[in-house]
């Protein structure tokens, strides 16, 4: 019997023997086409990391994972306190401060019922990091009952009965503070766009709208 010969590639060829005359065969040009391009990928990520540490500032402190010391500048006075990276504004606040009028209700930045004012900003203190607040001008509800000029807002609620559960109460009582703080003289559609971000699942809007323009006048007669 004769002896089985191996198959030949269309140059004549036994099949993975290279070429005997040094011809570039099909699978050594994709070989050698694929390791250039591995290679090529390989170093733009190197140098795209080199230019990354160098632009990194040198003086940028790292935090935790442990607890840190950190102060907090709240209703005018500072408070130390030892947080986690990962502690929020609500809950440095709420636990480690007692300041539990600001309310935690969805705990994802949709109703508002945690907002504080961040340089008289409102802003939702569960989605804001603790540390993020340092340096700043906190103000929370207890802030606001306290201020002789701004405690109007929180009474006129309590005047035209702008609340029932309450829960959001804070919360509303904030944005409303913010709005008074930057405009004096609302329209009703200014107060309803202040708090176009506070839910209030009991319904009480026109009685915060009728509220925030009573504290409105209440201010402008007392300045």
């Not at 804001?128 to 701004?150: C, F, K, Q, Y």
């Not at 009685?207 to 409105?216: G, I, N, S, Y």
């Amino acid at each position: 019997m004769p002896e089985r010969q191996p198959p030949h590639n269309e140059a004549g060829n036994s099949q993975g023997s290279p070429p005997s005359n040094g011809a570039m065969t099909r699978r050594g040009f994709l070989k050698g086409a694929g390791i250039t391009a591995a290679g090529t990928a390989l170093l733009d990520g190197m140098q795209s990391l080199r230019e990354a540490e160098a632009a990194t500032p040198q003086h940028v402190k790292e935090y935790g994972p442990e607890p840190f010391a950190i102060t907090l500048h709240v209703n005018g006075k500072d408070h130390t306190l030892h947080i986690e990276p990962r502690t929020t504004l609500a809950e440095a606040l709420r636990i480690q401060l007692n300041m539990t009028g600001t309310k935690i209700s969805c705990d994802r930045g949709v109703c508002s019922s945690c907002a504080v004012l961040l340089d008289k900003m409102p802003v939702n203190s569960c989605m804001t990091l603790a540390i993020d607040a340092a340096g700043h001008e906190i103000t929370t509800i207890e802030g606001i009952a306290d201020d002789e000029r701004m405690k109007a807002v929180p009474a006129a609620f309590v005047r035209h009965d702008a609340m029932q559960c309450g829960f959001c109460t804070p919360g509303m009582v904030m944005s409303c503070a913010a709005l008074l703080e930057k405009n004096p003289h609302p329209t009703e559609d200014d107060v309803r766009y202040a708090v176009s971000g506070n839910l209030c699942r009991c319904g009480t809007y026109p009685k915060v709208f009728a509220a925030t323009l009573d504290a409105a006048g209440q201010m402008v007669s007392k300045a």
